[in-house]
């Protein structure tokens, strides 16, 4: 997929803009952000205000003054890698070994006429990343390649690496050339590349020049033979998964089309799999990444009910899948923002972000967060409510929030660590809200929530004050219905803004949530429902 290729045709639908809740827009800024801009680092008090402003202008008492936690500092990325002063765009995961090598585009903020090499982070645990630094670089001014898209890499029966990866160049049309086309790059080492020209091809007369892109190859066990899908666009049927087929990666024979739902602009970075007695073909378009089931490796495809597994707008796209150790994972990223706000729009490229895949008893998706990291959190922290607001109570472990209509019940955490785990079940009746609130521990009307939201059956999260909930509509949000009463197993996974809720191991919604690191409170809360937290624990990583 290729940055600047795209927006233009389909900014409406990614540009999703979180209006806070003062009715202000976020603004872009101009100026240029590095990774991790404006998360600077907030320090804790040693002792908390004994009092506390609630939503409706009430006090509570603070039910313990100091802190358990060390104050907030935000730390150095492991769970979610960035090179320096870049940002992660496309990820192309391939299992070599024990090991997952991860290519991806390279992007800045500062793109010149050619962008996006391929550079490549590799891991066996999902949070120690080796970055192995640049694999394929950029072509020149006249080349096929001065920009890079998304590809992916094989290695062939006699242990050689093959990237093909997508060719791109703005000015080809002017000089009567396809914009895209696929390209070829080999190593003996997976460490030092060499382009082979003379193996580049362009699309099909029935495809357009200017979108092909993207390709996927793979070894096809049953026709023993390479398949190399492709994002392509046929006037009349839109959107296509392209496919090709060769036996010696160089020579590719043109098949009908894989996928062609015939209702989106394209089909970008596809890539396909067997996961039991099933297929699973994945795609992105929309800001959203979305699969399709199968019974066959040749379809027919049908998307089930639900087929997005994470968010919209650019909190998780372009992802793609590698097995590692039996275990299958889907790769892409989380989005930046222009300014480190709440309210505001992601922008294409961010973090790396990958998730494990589970599947269900009838044969659809769900994810959870890598096994790994139980492992890396291993230390156990105390959960302890410092302080709460409205109708909250205790029992048996378990946490209790009433509130009506236009009313807020918190449960204050406390300081959170900059690298956590938390886990817990939620309970809530229908209609109402509830969640993870973000705040400064000092005034609660301006605490934000991370929202399970039982009245729209979504999970969301834009920036918006807890007493205004029922006022929004979900922007950014993943679907999922809740039914009254039913406990759900919910977990957090925490890195400075980066915020990633699993609920059932069935969804995930990507955040990056600047406030959890402004004051860095933590807590849980209902707006305009009963909602009930249990089974709580809290880990981070051992010091």
Known sequence: MMKKKIFSIFLAFCLVTAVGCSGQEATPDSGEKQPGAGQEETEGTENRQEESRTPGGETSKTESGEEDMEPYESVPYRLYPTSENAWVGDVMPMADGDVLQLYYLYDTDHNGIGYHPIHKFSTSNFYEYSDDGLAVPYGAVGEPDLAIGTGSVVKDQDGIYHCFYTGHNDSFPEQGLDKECVMHAVSQDNVTWTKIPEDTFYAADNYSGDDFRDPFVFWNEEEQCYWLLIAAREEKLGGVVARYTSEDLKSWKLCDPLYAPNKQYMLECPDLFKMGDKYYLFYSWDCVTYYA?????????????????????????????????????LCGWIGRKWEPKDAGTYNWAGSMLIHELVQKEDGTLGVKEPSGLQEYFAQDRTVEVKQTSGDVREEDGSWHLSADKDEVAVADLGMRAPTMLLECTVSLEEGGYAGFAFGPGEDYGKYTGLVLDSKNNCIHYEGCVLSRMAYVEPLIKTDFVFEPGREYRVKLVMENEIVVLYIDDTKALSNRIYKSVDGAHLAFFANNTEAQFGNISIRTPEN
């Open 293 to 329: 089931i199968g019974d066959s490796i040749y379809g027919p495809f049908a998307e089930p009910e639900n087929n997005v597994l994470d968010g919209t707008g650019f909190c998780f796209y372009a992802a793609k899948t590698a097995q590692l150790d039996g275990t299958r994972y």
